[in-house]
Each structure stands twice: as C-alpha cells, then as structure tokens.
C-alpha cells in the first residue's frame, strides 16, 4: 500500500519535471512581449502585453488552417437607436481596411474562404485557407490592420445598408425569424437580448455614421478580441508573425464599457401574436435559462435536445412517448442569462390562438416524467461523437469555442463536457420543472392571414412643416402680479353668510379668468352617523353617477360644457361659466340618481383589497389597531382594510338613497371661491340653490380625544418583496389652534420634511444611500388639541432593519441636542416662501380660508401664524422638539422579506 503511494507520487513528480522542462523551453522561446497563460487538448492560449488574447491549436495532419477573431461585441452591447449596428460593423469590416482596401478581391486571389457572423455576444470573423506561410502571414497582417483601420466611410456606409436591409426583408419573408423578433421584445424588458441581430428597419435605414464609428473604436480593440488559429501551421513563425503584427498595437487608454443590465424574473406568461401573409404558421415558446456558466444551462440543452431528436423516448416505467418531428429549439444569448426556443411550423391557415397548446404539453409535462438512464446513455453517446467530430474540425472548433470565450474562458467548453459526462437524469428533470413553466414562458403565434389589416402607423411629421402657415390668436393673456402675503388676502376678501353657509368669497384677476370653488357641507352627529360611515362616503362617491335629469354621460358632458375640472364640491372652472358650474354643483347634490351604485361600491372594495395586500397597507393596518380608540361603527374609528372591506360589502343602493333624503342639505357649511368672479352673481345662483334645502339631521361635530399609547414595535414579513416598508407614528396633544403648533410644524419639516435635504434625508439617503426618499408628516385632527406624526421611508429588505436604526439614532440626537439655529433660519424662509408660492394658487387660497371656516375663524389667524413662524426662537423649537420627537414615543411597523434581512 504504502509502496503504491511512492510509485504514485514519484511518477507525478517526474511529470512535474518534464511539464516544467517543457514550459520552460516554449517560454524561452517566445516572443519578449508574450506570455503564456494556460493549454488543455492540444490548446494553448497565450497574450500580448496589450491585452490581445490568442489561441493556437495546430493539427499536422490536417491540410488547411482556419483564422478565426472573436470580437466581445454583439447585438446585446448595442444602444437605443443602434439596433443592428454590430451586425452592419461586420458587413462593412469587408469593406477594407487602410493598408488592404479591395479585401474580397484580395481574398478570393489567395483562395481563402472567408465569411463572419454576428451573435448576440459576439462577433466571429473567419477564413479558411491551403495550409501556406505567407497567407497565414499576409491574414493575421489584414487582421491587425482592420482592427485599428477599417474603412467606415460614409460612400461605403450607403450601399451597405440597403444590401443588410435587404437581408432583413428577406428574414421577414420567414416565418420563424419573423415570430421570433417579436418574441423577443416580448420576453426581455431591458436586457439587449431582447433585440434581433438583424435590428429594426428603421434604425438601419437611418444609420448615424460617427455613432458607428464610435462603436467600432470602442468595441474593435485588442483587449477585447481573442484571436485563433487552428490547422497546420508552425507554432513557431505563427507566434513571431502574431507579435509583430498584433504586439505594435497600441494597449487602450479607457476601459471597456460595462453593461449591467439583469433582466428580472418574469414572473407570468406572456403572449404575442402576430397576423400577417406568411408561408406557414408558426408557435414559438420562449423560456428565460441561466447562462452557460450556470450547470442547469447544460441540463436545459440536454432536455431540449431530447424532445427535439426526432425519436421514441422511454421513462423509467417503460412508458413510450413517440417521436417529435416538428419541433426544433435554439438558443438567444449564452454568455448572460438568455433564452430557449423551442419553434413549431404549422401549415398555413391551420394554426390558431390555441395552437401553443400542444408544444406547451410537449415541453412543460417533459420534466414531469422520470427518464430512462438508457435514454440518457444514447444521447450522451450522440454528444460524444459530435463533440469530437467539432475537435477534428479546425473552423467549427473555433466557431463553438468563440461561445464560451464570450461567456468568459474558452476552457468552459469542457467544463460544460465534464458536466455532460456526470449529468443524471435527475438533474434534466429538476431544470425542466424548474425553468420549463408557465411563470417563465413566452409563446408566440404567427397566424397567416391572406389579408392583413393595415396596422402601419403614419410618419411623424415635421413640426416645421405644421407651422409654416399657422397664425395664432391669444386667449391666455398675461395677469399682473399678485400680492399672496395674508394681509392683502385678507383685505380683499368679502366674508358672508348665503343661508346657513360660512362664505368666504375672494375675487382677483386670474389667468384664462379662472375661479376655484369649495363647498363644505355638515350633517348628523356621533349617534346619527353611528354605522353609517361607508354609506356616507359612497353616496358622496356615487355622485358623479348622474341626476334625475342626466345620466353618467350626460352629466359628464355638462360638465365638460361648465369648464368644469375637478370633484361635485371642489372644482376649478372660469368667469364665463361660474353660474352654469355653480347650478350644475347644486342639481348634482339636491337630485342625485344613486340607484346604480354597484359598480362604485365594487371599485372602492376593489381598491381596498388592493391597497391591504400592500406591504404599506399592511404595515398601517397595524398602526391603525394600535391606535384605535373608537368602537367599530363610530364616525372617528381607524379602520384596517378587512374591516373597511367587510363595511363596504354590507353597503347597499337603498342605504345610499336613505341617507341622502336623512341627512343632505345646506344647514351648515362653508363656502370659499376664489378667483377671476362676480361675487353678487355667485351670492345670488347659491343663496337661490340654497333655499328650503335643509338637512333633517342637525350637525354636531364629534370630538377626539387624546389617548396616551405605549409605543408599538412589529415587524411585518413579507415573502418575496424586495423592498421593505418603516412606518413610525405618534398621536401629540397638540392641535393647530395651539401655541405650540408652529414649533412642532417647523420641527416636522426639519426632520423630514424635504425628502433630501432634512436631518433623515441627509442621513438614510444622501449619506447611507438605503432610500430613495424619507418623509415626516403633520396631521392636525380638525378643531381638537390633537395631531398626528408620521415619519414613512422604504428600503430594500436587506436595509430595512439598518434604515429603522438609523432613524432611532437621529431622532435620539434631536432629543438630545435639538436643531440649529442655521436649521431654524433655513426653515423659516422655505416655509414662509413655500407659502408664498402657494397662494398663488386658486385652488390652494380656497381651501385655506375652508379649513378656517370650520375651525371659526377668519385670514387673520394666518396673519399671526405667518408672523409666529418668523418669531419663533431657537429654544421654542427645541423645547418642543425634545418633548415630542422622543424615539420612545413613536410606534414602529417595519416590513420585509424576512429570508433577506442579515441576523
């Protein structure tokens, strides 16, 4: 035993020896400015020290040696309007070159065969030729020469692409290439692989000279080809003539560009059809597969190859499947994560939209079944014979090669054998059930039509063209500037009561004489309205619906008439068309036809449902329990999505009709209009629409209470959710009639007001980078010394729990230190001016004076908080702000992936 060991390693040693001694005599005898990197099956790769890869692969016994340059630049590195320029660098490469400007003359004396192709990752160049010196010497010359100097002339670029347009005309005379275009686009969002070689006709007809330049110096460089000669030749002469032909050119001053595109899971099947004069018909199904680096890669070939052979297959139960002629498949893309098609030619006129299901049966049920070994054996034996008829074959050695070059390392080729030579029939049935399923698939149908409806759309024209003869009429004129401070807001508003309704009524000058209305109207109060809350709200939804008078599209067309932009009681219209707009408000609220109310009713629950399968959803409905104080049924009670959902499935027509005759009218209320308006014309259509329309239940306003809640702290998992969701809130017995509002509103904004450029915007997003946007609300509960505080971010799952400590750690700093007086000057001038820039808005003006109708009071209350904010000091701010942005007072609901967040 012992002695077998010696006899083992002594054996390796002298091979050692014999390996070094060799090494050491091929190194002495290279070229100064080459190295040699690694050698497998008679393969030897070597570099240049300008980062030129090459490849020799001599066979004595062959008589013709075969030139080979594999370019890393394919139809996938190719941009927005380049399609097809990798594939028109290939054609226009034999065009010339600086030092050999007649190539095919050239080529064709010397009797060498020469040709290219254009592959999603690469291009291969190659020529074949009579084993002689001087050819080997005068190509690898052209060969360097056309890498630095190849001739991408305008003169040769013209006739050029109308021969590759022609070659694309004649692909869209197939019906495979054809389908398989749009299959393509369908299957990839972003990735490059989801553009044809080929590339669009529009593209090619229009091509940019110096953007293909462009790609050719950036792509066609040393450091980004790998060159190959296989055949006869002398190692020796080859190896000089490489070095000095290929060694002079210069290494690149710039790196190569680098795309980083993963396309996304697919994550459902799509479909495309297409409906044209064609040949035949054609299905296609496509499937998203991992890259040749990837083991299943070679696992999905070996399924493909199976249900494609033409053959009876047998599984393990002796079952016979019968042979499959129709059916081929190929691949889209090898080096990054592609596709396999699998196509299917029907005779014309025979296919229709469910003719995909067959191919579906064929190649989603295949891994459903356990394989004879023996079946595995034959096709492995079938791989083995080609894979050695490829090793005998110079020119397809180097084509099939090039593919793993571009995937990274030609030796992956047999790594990929040695994979073949292991692979179980276990292994093809877990990558067929994992890969080949719907969630994954594409199908493509190519239905021929003998006539096609013309689907083409028009050119865009040129707008010079559209204008040449226009003559326009202003309609818009200019408004002077207005003065938006409080004082003048509040000088030029007239406050009046129409019936029972709070009217603030603010004409000015407006462009296109615009007016903005809001009307508010109150009914019932706790006990009225107990039960009664989704009813409310979706007799209000179901509004729009129509009137005794107009139906849904009636409505909807007065509406248009009015000017009318907006909701029943809040909308913007113009001068012209206020009284028509005003009656129109009013009908819609007296005389509503609420009787179709399903379809409303059915959307709200939808929306509901939607919004509770949210992770945002979610999280809210847990801080809406925490925070609940009110029974079910009460006007004030916060509701989860379920509850709401379970409401609204109660809510019926007749419920929405009762309440209406209950509860509408004009008891009480107010009014704001704002904008380019007669206010004695308003005054007299409302105070008209607002007679003898009274409610029946009279308005008392239901109070909150504030409630001291101990600090919630969940954690939501959600399973298959990149981004994670941080919802922190706290209620604060402060409401916006008190002193101490304005404090804490200049405390919101400076901790996350803006999303960037506040104490959690510079920290989770500008420093850490783990958001795109951080934000803190202030809510106010209507007239009660109550407000609530939000703070709401998202991160992907992985940040989720760094992104809540970090929002911890600034506002235990805040509690600690407060703000700056740099901070407080920066928030008065943003806050003042924000506010300044607000009024100039209708819309805007009219709801500020609206919420302060409701609270009782008029603009001058915003004249004193306009001047509180200005004299707010430094220990103002921080008194609030160490009180109430305590960590220990929010409640926090965090939510994501739980697999994905680090322990």
């Given at each position: 035993?012992?002695?077998?060991?010696?006899?083992v390693?002594?054996v390796?040693?002298v091979s050692y020896l014999?390996?070094?001694?060799?090494?050491a005599?091929?190194?002495?005898?290279l070229?100064e400015n080459?190295?040699?990197?690694t050698?497998?099956?008679?393969i030897s790769?070597y570099?240049?020290?300008n980062?030129l890869?090459?490849?020799l692969?001599?066979?004595?016994s062959?008589?013709?040696?075969?030139v080979?340059m594999?370019?890393l630049f394919g139809s996938?590195?190719?941009g927005?309007g380049?399609?097809?320029y990798?594939?028109?660098l290939?054609?226009?490469?034999f065009?010339?070159s600086k030092n050999y400007?007649?190539l095919?003359?050239?080529m064709?004396d010397?009797g060498?065969?020469?040709?290219a192709?254009?592959?999603?990752?690469?291009?291969?160049?190659y020529?074949?030729?009579?084993?002689d010196?001087?050819?080997?010497d005068?190509?690898?010359s052209?060969?360097?020469?056309?890498?630095?100097?190849?001739?991408?002339?305008k003169?040769?670029?013209?006739?050029?692409?109308?021969?590759v347009?022609?070659?694309?005309e004649l692909?869209?005379?197939n019906?495979y290439?054809n389908l398989k275009r749009r299959?393509l686009?369908?299957?990839f969002d972003w990735h490059g692989?989801?553009?044809?070689?080929?590339?669009?006709?529009?593209?090619?007809?229009n091509?940019?000279?110096?953007?293909?330049?462009?790609l050719y110096h950036?792509?066609y460089?040393?450091?980004?080809?790998v060159l190959m000669v296989?055949?006869k030749?002398?190692t020796?002469k080859?190896?000089q003539?490489?070095?000095?032909?290929?060694g002079?050119?210069p290494?690149p001053a710039s790196a190569?560009?680098?795309?980083?595109?993963?396309?996304p899971?697919?994550q459902?099947?799509?479909?495309?059809?297409l409906?044209?004069k064609e040949n035949a018909?054609?299905v296609?199904?496509a499937y998203h597969?991992?890259?040749v680096l990837?083991?299943d890669?070679?696992?999905?070939k070996?399924a493909?190859s199976?249900m494609?052979?033409?053959r009876?297959?047998r599984?393990i139960s002796s079952?016979i499947?019968?042979?499959n002629?129709s059916?081929?498949f190929?691949l889209?893309?090898?080096?990054?994560?592609g596709l396999?098609?699998?196509?299917s030619s029907?005779a014309p006129?025979?296919?229709?939209?469910n003719?995909?299901?067959?191919?579906?049966?064929?190649v989603?049920n295949?891994g459903?079944?356990a394989w004879?070994?023996?079946?595995?054996?034959f096709?492995?034996?079938?791989?083995?014979n080609?894979f050695?008829?490829?090793m005998?074959?110079p020119?397809m050695?180097?084509?099939?090669?090039s593919e793993?070059?571009?995937a990274?390392d030609?030796?992956?080729?047999?790594v990929?054998?040695?994979r073949i030579?292991?692979?179980t029939?276990?292994q093809?049935?877990?990558?067929a059930l994992?890969?080949?399923i719907?969630e994954?698939?594409?199908?493509?149908i190519?239905l021929s039509?003998?006539k096609s409806?013309?689907?083409n759309?028009p050119p865009?024209?040129?707008a010079s063209?559209?204008l040449?003869?226009?003559?326009?009429h202003d309609?818009?004129a200019?408004?002077?500037?207005i003065?938006?401070?409080?004082?003048?807001?509040l000088r030029?508003?007239?406050?009046i009561?129409?019936?029972?309704i709070?009217?603030a009524?603010l004409?000015?000058?407006?462009?296109?004489?615009e007016?903005?209305v809001?009307l508010?109207l109150?009914?019932?109060?706790e006990?009225?309205?107990?039960?009664?809350?989704?009813?409310?709200?979706?007799?209000?939804k179901?509004l729009?619906?129509g009137t005794?008078?107009y139906?849904?599209?009636?409505?909807?067309a007065?509406?248009e008439?009015?000017?009318?932009?907006?909701s029943?009681t809040?909308?913007?219209?113009?001068r012209?068309h206020l009284?028509q707009a005003l009656?129109?408000m009013?009908l819609?609220l007296?005389?509503?036809n609420?009787a179709?109310a399903y379809?409303?009713?059915?959307?709200e629950?939808?929306?509901?449902?939607?919004?509770?399968?949210?992770?945002e959803g979610k999280?809210?409905?847990?801080l809406y329990?925490h925070?609940?104080n009110?029974?079910?049924?009460d006007?004030?009670?916060?509701?989860?999505s379920?509850?709401?959902i379970s409401?609204?499935k109660?809510?019926?027509a007749t419920?929405?009709i009762d309440?209406?005759r209950?509860?509408y009218?004009?008891s009480n209320?107010?009014?704001a209009?704002?904008?380019?308006f007669?206010?004695?014309e308003?005054?007299?259509v409302l105070?008209?629409e607002?007679k003898?329309?009274e409610?029946?239940?009279?308005?008392?306003?239901a109070r909150?209470?504030?409630?001291?809640?101990?600090?919630?702290?969940?954690?939501?998992d959600t399973?298959?959710k990149?981004?994670?969701?941080?919802?922190a809130?706290?209620?604060?017995?402060?409401?916006i009639n008190d002193?101490?509002y304005i404090?804490?509103?200049?405390a919101n904004?400076?901790?996350?007001?803006?999303?960037v450029?506040s104490r959690?915007g510079k920290?989770?997003?500008?420093?850490?980078?783990w958001?795109?946007?951080?934000?803190?609300?202030l809510?106010?509960?209507?007239?009660?010394?109550i407000?609530n505080?939000?703070?709401?971010?998202?991160a992907a799952s992985?940040n989720i729990?760094?992104?809540?400590?970090?929002?911890?750690?600034?506002l235990q700093t805040?509690?600690m230190?407060?703000f700056t007086?740099?901070?407080?000057?920066?928030?008065?001038?943003a806050?003042?001016r924000l506010?300044?820039?607000?009024?100039h808005?209708n819309?805007y003006?009219?709801s500020?004076w609206?919420g302060?109708?409701?609270r009782?009071?008029?603009?001058s209350?915003?004249?004193k908080?306009d001047?509180a904010l200005?004299?707010?000091?430094l220990?103002?701010?921080?008194?609030i702000?160490?009180?109430?942005l305590?960590?220990d007072?929010?409640?926090?609901v965090?939510?994501?992936?739980a697999?994905k967040?680090?322990k």
């Amino acid at each position: 035993m012992y002695k077998f060991k010696i006899v083992v390693v002594a054996v390796t040693f002298v091979s050692y020896l014999l390996a070094g001694y060799s090494v050491a005599r091929t190194t002495s005898a290279l070229p100064e400015n080459i190295v040699r990197v690694t050698s497998a099956e008679n393969i030897s790769e070597y570099r240049l020290q300008n980062g030129l890869k090459f490849l020799l692969i001599p066979d004595t016994s062959a008589a013709t040696t075969t030139v080979s340059m594999t370019y890393l630049f394919g139809s996938r590195h190719e941009g927005a309007g380049q399609t097809g320029y990798a594939h028109l660098l290939e054609h226009m490469l034999f065009k010339g070159s600086k030092n050999y400007p007649q190539l095919f003359k050239q080529m064709s004396d010397k009797g060498m065969r020469s040709n290219a192709m254009t592959l999603a990752d690469r291009t291969f160049y190659y020529a074949n030729f009579e084993a002689d010196d001087s050819d080997l010497d005068w190509l690898l010359s052209m060969e360097a020469d056309r890498m630095q100097n190849a001739r991408i002339l305008k003169s040769e670029l013209d006739t050029e692409m109308t021969v590759v347009r022609n070659e694309l005309e004649l692909r869209e005379n197939n019906a495979y290439d054809n389908l398989k275009r749009r299959v393509l686009s369908v299957a990839f969002d972003w990735h490059g692989y989801g553009h044809s070689v080929i590339g669009e006709k529009s593209d090619i007809e229009n091509v940019n000279l110096e953007s293909l330049q462009h790609l050719y110096h950036q792509y066609y460089r040393p450091d980004n080809v790998v060159l190959m000669v296989a055949g006869k030749f002398d190692t020796a002469k080859v190896l000089q003539v490489i070095a000095r032909q290929f060694g002079k050119i210069p290494a690149p001053a710039s790196a190569l560009p680098q795309i980083p595109t993963i396309e996304p899971a697919q994550q459902g099947e799509r479909q495309v059809i297409l409906r044209k004069k064609e040949n035949a018909d054609a299905v296609v199904l496509a499937y998203h597969l991992p890259s040749v680096l990837h083991p299943d890669h070679a696992s999905l070939k070996f399924a493909a190859s199976m249900m494609t052979a033409g053959r009876e297959l047998r599984n393990i139960s002796s079952e016979i499947f019968p042979a499959n002629n129709s059916v081929n498949f190929d691949l889209q893309g090898t080096a990054q994560n592609g596709l396999i098609l699998f196509n299917s030619s029907i005779a014309p006129g025979s296919a229709s939209e469910n003719s995909s299901r067959d191919l579906i049966k064929l190649v989603e049920n295949f891994g459903k079944n356990a394989w004879s070994p023996k079946e595995l054996d034959f096709f492995k034996s079938r791989y083995v014979n080609s894979f050695s008829s490829m090793m005998n074959d110079p020119q397809m050695l180097s084509f099939r090669l090039s593919e793993y070059i571009a995937a990274g390392d030609w030796r992956l080729m047999f790594v990929e054998k040695d994979r073949i030579a292991s692979m179980t029939t276990e292994q093809i049935q877990q990558a067929a059930l994992r890969y080949f399923i719907r969630e994954n698939r594409t199908t493509g149908i190519l239905l021929s039509e003998e006539k096609s409806t013309d689907s083409n759309i028009p050119p865009v024209p040129l707008a010079s063209e559209i204008l040449k003869d226009f003559v326009h009429h202003d309609e818009y004129a200019a408004v002077a500037e207005i003065n938006t401070s409080a004082e003048n807001i509040l000088r030029n508003s007239r406050r009046i009561k129409i019936g029972n309704i709070e009217a603030a009524l603010l004409p000015k000058l407006s462009r296109g004489q615009e007016v903005s209305v809001e009307l508010v109207l109150h009914w019932g109060d706790e006990k009225t309205l107990a039960g009664k809350r989704w009813i409310e709200r979706m007799t209000a939804k179901v509004l729009p619906n129509g009137t005794n008078f107009y139906g849904k599209e009636s409505l909807e067309a007065e509406r248009e008439k009015a000017h009318i932009r907006g909701s029943i009681t809040k909308f913007t219209t113009d001068r012209a068309h206020l009284k028509q707009a005003l009656q129109l408000m009013m009908l819609n609220l007296k005389q509503p036809n609420l009787a179709l109310a399903y379809n409303a009713i059915s959307g709200e629950r939808l929306s509901w449902e939607k919004r509770g399968n949210t992770p945002e959803g979610k999280a809210r409905d847990e801080l809406y329990k925490h925070f609940n104080n009110y029974p079910q049924g009460d006007v004030r009670v916060l509701e989860t999505s379920q509850q709401v959902i379970s409401a609204l499935k109660a809510v019926r027509a007749t419920e929405l009709i009762d309440f209406h005759r209950e509860f509408y009218g004009a008891s009480n209320g107010h009014l704001a209009i704002v904008g380019d308006f007669d206010p004695e014309e308003a005054r007299m259509v409302l105070e008209q629409e607002f007679k003898e329309w009274e409610s029946k239940s009279p308005y008392q306003l239901a109070r909150q209470n504030y409630v001291e809640k101990e600090a919630l702290r969940h954690f939501l998992d959600t399973p298959g959710k990149e981004n994670g969701v941080f919802l922190a809130q706290q209620d604060i017995p402060v409401g916006i009639n008190d002193n101490d509002y304005i404090a804490l509103h200049v405390a919101n904004y400076l901790l996350a007001g803006h999303p960037v450029l506040s104490r959690l915007g510079k920290r989770v997003r500008l420093k850490e980078g783990w958001t795109y946007g951080v934000t803190s609300s202030l809510s106010p509960y209507s007239t009660d010394a109550i407000s609530n505080l939000e703070i709401q971010a998202s991160a992907a799952s992985q940040n989720i729990d760094k992104l809540r400590l970090a929002i911890l750690e600034e506002l235990q700093t805040l509690a600690m230190h407060g703000f700056t007086q740099n901070e407080l000057e920066v928030a008065k001038s943003a806050l003042g001016r924000l506010k300044l820039q607000a009024r100039h808005s209708n819309e805007y003006l009219a709801s500020e004076w609206s919420g302060l109708l409701h609270r009782g009071l008029d603009y001058s209350w915003q004249i004193k908080r306009d001047l509180a904010l200005q004299e707010l000091s430094l220990e103002q701010l921080n008194q609030i702000t160490k009180k109430y942005l305590q960590p220990d007072r929010f409640s926090i609901v965090t939510t994501g992936d739980a697999k994905k967040i680090p322990k």
